[in-house]
């Protein structure tokens, strides 16, 4: 990073979290009126984001696992809490995917969004803070503020900009992942407590934190609290069943944002917070947390395959693809952890084109339904083109993203969970089925409805949308090396400390004892 200034490489990653912000409140003195203005000063902004996060990139340091860009201040000092911000391979590629899709999903809503557009506007930027500072806080109570900041315009996005049923979604998905968020902030005070119980500091440091050695006897519950508001979010099976009403019930670039980003927050949670924390506690219960991620993989996929609604089917696709995600990070290998942030990425590209791809078609037509279409490949035929890339990548054909991630997931899974990993193979064949029925039955045979007949193809402001994916798409499936060489010591320094505590603290109980059967058998007394 020598090449960068100082100033410049010390302030990066706060300018990238605040700049959104700033952005916002310059819409806020706007005119109402002047919609274009605001649209464009909108897509600046997020493109300025972009650019600016291209350093993170070209001056990341391949060769160390410790966190770079770091910024530190104190914030609230007499409590050991601190403005703390970093980033390292592990949420390198995660905050790339976020500041790479916001300007696309913004240039998405020029027709789509038509109104209230500069309040749904500052939304979207407000919600942007709150992500990348998700993927870039150390502090635990910075990254909790943030977490909980992406609540509410996700909720107003839903519940303003939504179909008929986005008051219901927007509660459900509101008081879900709340109650999740309740039970963290529990287990971030326990563990701040803990802390000071043990060497005499308060600190909210995950950085201290991670050299902090929890009982044994602490981490059942401890690891529950933090797995249990990052599952709702992921969703894994059974906290799931908010998603596909949230997914069809918000509008296009809602649905962009929901799937490609903020379900990352979850399984990025659990590499960074929950596993490495507890690692004991994350390794007993690696056989329960594969199994729901095997469950949550296949019943994702058969519940696509009888949907009628284009965006239904996407988003329980999203539960099952999300299952691979999770079955790689508790393999607790190489493999299979770079897999699962190489698969994060993926889904984020394959899945937020998905989605922009069935809402470009919404705009035309203003009905999802499988029934309604058929013929499209002889009526718009660039739009039938991308589309079929994109539901080849999303189904893991062998040169385009997913499969990359998919095999290093089942590469690394099955060194931990050989049975579980065969079963999840099923899941990739019914990803091919269903997707392919989607497709077959849109984009083939003739064309039944007359009012497809005079569908515009493509426009070029869609295209400049669709055309940055379709480069990732094809890029990681040729060469995902680019990707997964600045996230390798990152991911093998979390496996090395993660086994290292764990031994460690194996050392507290008989041999053989797990901690559900320690915590039954205390149950039962």
């Not at 979604?169 to 005070?189: E, Q, R």
């Not at 997914?247 to 927050?265: C, E, N, Y």
């Not at 996929?301 to 079955?327: E, T």
């Amino acid at each position: 990073m020598t090449w960068m200034p100082a100033y410049l490489s010390s302030n990066l990653l706060t300018v990238l979290i605040f700049l959104p912000l700033a952005g916002a409140l310059l819409l806020f003195f706007l005119p109402k009126g002047n919609v274009r203005l605001i649209r464009s000063m909108t897509l600046l902004v997020t493109l300025a984001e972009f650019v600016l996060s291209l350093p993170l990139v070209f001056g990341f340091d391949d060769a160390t696992a410790a966190m770079q860009f770091v910024r530190r201040a104190p914030w609230i000092p007499g409590y050991g809490i601190e403005y703390h911000v970093g980033v390292d391979g592990i949420s390198l590629w995660l905050v790339m995917l976020t500041t790479f899709l916001m300007p696309i999903v913004v240039l998405s809503t020029y027709e789509a969004v038509e109104k209230h557009v500069k309040e749904f506007l500052i939304f979207m930027l407000v919600l942007e803070v709150g992500m990348v500072g998700v993927f870039l806080a150390i502090d635990l109570f910075l990254f909790y503020i943030f977490w909980e900041i992406v609540l509410v315009p996700m909720y107003f996005l839903i519940g303003v900009w939504g179909s008929d049923r986005r008051i219901y979604s927007a509660i459900k998905f509101f008081l879900y992942t709340f109650a999740g968020s309740v039970l963290m902030l529990v287990a971030i005070i326990a563990l701040y407590f803990h802390h000071h119980e043990v060497t005499g500091v308060y600190t909210t440091n995950l950085l201290s934190l991670y050299e902090l050695s929890i009982p044994v006897k602490l981490q059942f519950w401890m690891f529950s609290a933090f797995a249990l508001a990052f599952a709702v979010k992921v969703p894994m099976f059974p906290f799931h069943t908010w998603l596909p009403d949230a997914h069809v019930d918000a509008p296009t670039s809602g649905s962009v944002i929901l799937a490609a980003l903020l379900l990352k927050m979850g399984t990025y949670g659990f590499l960074r917070f929950a596993m490495p924390l507890f690692p004991v506690a994350a390794f007993d219960l690696m056989p329960l947390v594969g199994a729901l991620a095997v469950i949550g993989i296949i019943y994702g996929a058969l519940v696509a395959m009888v949907q009628k609604d284009m965006k239904r089917l996407v988003a329980y696709s999203s539960v099952s693809h999300l299952g691979f995600v999770m079955l790689g990070l508790f393999a607790f290998n190489i493999q299979g952890i770079q897999g699962g942030i190489l698969q994060m990425v993926n889904h984020g590209i394959s899945t937020g084109a998905l989605f922009l791809l069935v809402g470009i078609l919404y705009e035309r037509r203003h009905t999802r339904l499988v029934s309604e279409y058929g013929g499209l490949f002889k009526v718009i035929p660039v739009y039938a083109t991308v589309f079929m890339i994109v539901a080849l990548s999303s189904l893991g054909l062998p040169g385009l993203n997913n499969f990359a991630g998919e095999f290093l997931i089942l590469v690394g899974a099955f060194q931990s969970m050989k049975g579980l990993t065969v079963a999840a193979t099923v899941g990739i064949f019914f990803a091919a089925v269903y997707m392919l029925w989607m497709f077959q039955r849109v984009m083939f045979g003739a064309v039944g409805n007359e009012k497809n007949r005079s569908l515009p193809d493509l426009s070029a402001r869609e295209v400049a949308c669709m055309l940055p994916l379709l480069l990732f798409v094809f890029w990681i499936g040729v060469y995902p090396q680019t990707f997964l060489r600045k996230m390798e010591a990152s991911v093998s320094a979390v496996v090395t400390r993660m086994e290292e505590k764990r031994q460690a603290l194996l050392m507290e109980r008989p041999p053989g004892e797990t901690l559900l059967a320690r915590y039954f058998d205390r149950a039962r007394d």
